[in-house]
């Protein structure tokens, strides 16, 4: 008996195409519809939403920090580049002062150096007419001297003082 009613199952085909089983097929799709309806609008569908509207707060939140990040790191830089731009003027400045520095010292050296040098020259210029003036008294004694030799050698006796006029007349020029 139990074959008889599997056999006549088989030949009845799947029970889901039969039709006098579609008005509570129907009947339980609307139901199982109607509550999966119920369960996504009250329970599914606000936890999602919840979701989505943290999320799209802290995305927000997190854009209007970086944006706020931004802002400050365009404000260190320019303070940045600020303190860049006063120390470069610093370093200027300093520079410009050690080269003046380095100029009046320069200036005095080159001064100290003029006076020395003119000092030496003042000295040694007085050495050359010292020389100059005791070499001429000796040029003066030895063209006497010289004189005497030779006006003695010709055999003639020259007064000393008719030498000393001849020998300063011709040194005169």
């Known amino acids: 008996m ?19 089983t ?3 097929q129907i009947f339980w799709l609307l139901i199982a519809l109607v509550v999966i309806y119920l369960v996504l609008s009250r329970i599914a ?16 939140n997190d854009l209007a920090a970086a944006e ?4 400050r790191a365009t404000e260190a830089e320019a303070v940045y580049e600020k303190a860049l ?9 300093i520079g410009d002062e050690a080269r003046a520095v380095a100029q009046a010292d320069l200036d005095a050296a080159l001064a100290e150096a003029d006076a020395k040098i003119a000092t030496q020259t003042a000295a040694a210029e ?7 003036a005791s070499a001429t008294d000796n040029v003066a004694i030895v ?10 050698a010709m055999g003639t006796n020259a007064d000393q003082a008719a030498i000393d006029a001849a020998v300063a007349n011709r040194m005169k020029g």
């Not at 731009?85 to 200027?92: F, L, T, V, W």
């Open 143 to 152: 063209a006497k001297d010289v004189a005497q030799a030779l006006v003695a």
């Open 68 to 71: 706020d990040f931004k802002l």
């Open 45 to 60: 569908l606000p936890r999602i939403s919840g979701v989505l509207a943290e999320r799209s707060g802290t995305i927000s």
């Open 85 to 93: 731009a006063d120390a470069r003027i610093e370093s200027n400045r």
């Open 2 to 20: 139990a074959t008889a009613d599997v056999a006549q199952e088989v030949e009845a085909g799947m029970p889901q195409l039969d039709f006098s």
């Open 126 to 132: 007085a050495n050359i007419a010292e020389i100059r």
């Open 22 to 24: 579609f008005p509570n």
